[in-house]
């Protein structure tokens, strides 16, 4: 047994190291829980956008999860980028048989990129909504994303944004952050079966907003690890997660610089003052 929350990705990698699993491990770092990862796709891609997807094999997905809950564990577990509804399936299998009932289970429902790219294919989304989501304590979509799900079950298109974070909680998911960057308003929108509670946030000007989202999630996993209550635990990913956007190194590469959750431009700013 361990005082060190543990939390487990199960994610895809990012060569340019602004999203996905090299995301949510800095994430981790940040909030003070020791991370591990399972990678289920491995992408070619820089600040530009992805230029290659290759899948991992689902018995090779496995095999990670199965790795690290027979030695290390787990208290919290991150879901991010699948590709393929044989990698959903295989994912949720292992939930159901390695992961204690009572753990705590982040789903990022990672559809499309930034850019525009399909992340998951359209086979896969129905056997996501089937077999992950109703595991999940917490989904995290953003705007784009929960409406391709509710559209997906044929759900009436919801007509406000509050009414879309009900729909999405009648997919069988804990709970919903409906997070903000692609709102009118900024703040997200924490769902669950006895609240609904706007989480104001700010809007920053920055260019570099590349794993915004995977930071905001896996930010979230690591507190409900540390024993946060799922308010609490979205209120903290929305805080950090802003500041990861404000603090963004757009310095890095030539498209939308990575977010930057550990504050690097601002502590060597200092250190040049002093």
Do not use: W
């Not at 940040?30 to 600040?47: E, F, L, S, W």
């Not at 753990?103 to 909504?129: C, F, H, K, N, W």
């Not at 570099?208 to 308010?231: D, I, Q, W």
């Amino acid at each position: 047994m361990t005082n060190v929350p543990r939390v487990l990705t199960i994610a895809g990698s990012d060569s340019g190291g602004g999203a996905g699993i090299q995301a949510d491990l800095k994430a981790f770092a940040r909030c003070g829980v020791y991370g591990t990862c399972a990678i289920t796709v491995v992408t070619a891609q820089n600040t530009r956008g992805i230029v290659g997807v290759h899948e991992v094999p689902p018995a090779v997905v496995r095999a990670q999860i199965e790795a690290v809950a027979g030695d290390i564990g787990f208290d919290a577990v991150k879901i991010g980028m699948l590709g393929s509804a044989a990698t959903v399936h295989a994912v949720a299998d292992c939930l159901r048989e390695l992961v204690d009932p009572a753990t705590a289970i982040v789903v990022d429902p990672v559809l499309m990129a930034s850019s525009g790219a399909r992340l998951l294919a359209d086979e896969a989304v129905a056997t996501l909504i089937a077999e992950l989501l109703p595991l999940a304590g917490v989904v995290t979509p953003n705007l784009p994303e929960a409406r391709a799900l509710v559209e997906h079950v044929g759900f009436d298109p919801p007509q406000t944004d509050a009414d879309l974070a009900r729909a999405v909680l009648e997919l069988a998911p804990r709970s919903v952050v409906l997070t903000g960057g692609h709102r009118r308003t900024p703040g997200d929108i924490y769902c669950d079966a006895g609240q609904l509670v706007e989480i104001e946030t700010s809007r920053h000007d920055s260019s570099a907003t590349h794993g915004s989202g995977c930071t905001h999630s896996a930010v979230l996993a690591a507190e409900l690890a540390k024993g946060r209550t799922p308010l609490e635990a979205a209120r903290t990913a929305a805080r950090l997660a802003g500041e990861a956007v404000r603090n963004g190194l757009e310095e890095i590469g030539f498209g939308a610089g990575p977010v930057d959750i550990f504050g690097m431009t601002a502590a060597r700013d200092a250190r040049s003052v002093s």
